[in-house]
């Protein structure tokens, strides 16, 4: 009986095959992948946007010329002012009062934890308006305030209508009503540090408030700041329900202002782009407070949009032109056969 067996290719005539396919594969062109309901996606979104963009510039309804006139008038800009103010003055008090309450959320007292509990739930349940009314006529409930020992003598008080106006009813409304917010908001961002790290500080013997302040909050920011920075804006587009105050604030002088004119449409604008530029620029502040607060975790920093576009820009004459590119295949083969 005759076994037979087939020997196989040397390695020489393989790769000799090999070769020769590469060199069959070596000339043919590369097309790119294509995508057509992509294209046909886009299309149909530039469509919109240019019938969008025809209907602003030509439609008489919106009355670009009595926006020119009202834009940078002196009565808006000085109502863009006390917007900035009412936004500023809300954010401080909303984010120290927000610490405090988010610090008693994560104290071992069950007395505080359940105090900062009932806190949130009250300010994050009652609309915003309501709370702005409410504070406004703080003084029909409590005509005078006092200093002195609890259930017992006053030693000093004050008239609530001199201390507690318009302004600082609407600061006072939305400074609480923003620490409701703030408050879980910085909770959040310090629960989701590991808590390895506060062992290991521990461990190392560091002081509790220095574990704080070095080692758990500058990690807490880069999970704090997405949420807060979008509070803030927030708050900014919020002070325009002031207006029930009679507070001279950007929406409530427009209002006056179309009151008196009839314009409604061209002056609704101008508090339209206002309040994109007024966002648009915090939106910027947020991002740069973003990147520094990044260096903790990445060892550079995410580039800007200015160093994206020069880097772009550089890479423009460096780039290899489509005549010079040459298949995968044959930059994988080298053009050897």
């Not at 006053?154 to 923003?178: I, M, S, Y």
């Not at 804006?233 to 427009?254: C, D, N, P, R, W």
């Not at 520094?292 to 200015?306: D, K, Q, S, V």
């Amino acid at each position: 009986m005759t076994v037979t067996t087939e020997t196989p290719a040397p390695p020489a005539r393989r790769r000799t095959a090999a070769a020769v396919d590469l060199d069959a594969l070596e000339g043919l062109p590369t097309v790119p992948a294509r995508h057509p309901w992509r294209w046909a996606a886009g299309a149909v979104a530039l469509v919109v946007l240019a019938q969008f963009t025809h209907g602003l510039a030509t439609n008489p309804g919106w009355d670009w010329a009595t926006f020119r006139v009202y834009f940078t008038a002196d009565t808006i800009l000085q109502a863009i002012g006390r917007t900035l103010e009412l936004t500023a003055y809300g954010t401080v008090l909303g984010f120290l009062l927000g610490a405090g309450v988010a610090a008693m959320r994560l104290s071992r007292s069950a007395i505080l934890r359940a105090i900062a509990w009932a806190y949130v739930w009250v300010f994050r349940s009652i609309p915003l308006i309501v709370q702005l009314v409410f504070w406004f006529n703080l003084s029909y409930l409590y005509k005078r305030f006092g200093f002195g020992i609890p259930f017992g003598p006053t030693f000093g008080d004050f008239e609530t209508v001199g201390v507690l106006g318009a302004l600082g009813a609407a600061v006072l409304g939305l400074g609480l009503h923003q620490a409701a917010f703030a408050a879980e908001i910085i909770r959040g961002g310090v629960i989701a540090v590991d808590a390895g790290q506060r062992e290991a500080a521990a461990a190392l013997g560091i002081p509790r408030r220095r574990q704080a302040w070095r080692i758990v909050l500058p990690q807490a920011m880069r999970g704090i700041l997405p949420a807060a920075a979008n509070e803030v804006i927030s708050l900014l587009k919020g002070t325009s329900v002031v207006y029930v105050m009679a507070i001279g604030e950007l929406f409530y002088q427009t209002q006056v202002i179309y009151g008196r004119t009839g314009r409604v449409v061209p002056l609704l604008m101008v508090a339209t782009v206002w309040y994109v530029v007024l966002t648009t620029l915090l939106s910027i502040g947020q991002y740069y407070v973003e990147r520094h607060f990044a260096r903790g975790a990445r060892r550079t920093p995410p580039p800007t949009p200015l160093q994206r576009v020069r880097a772009l820009v550089r890479s423009l004459p460096a780039r290899t032109p489509p005549a010079a590119r040459t298949s995968p295949v044959a930059r994988t083969s080298g053009g050897q056969p």
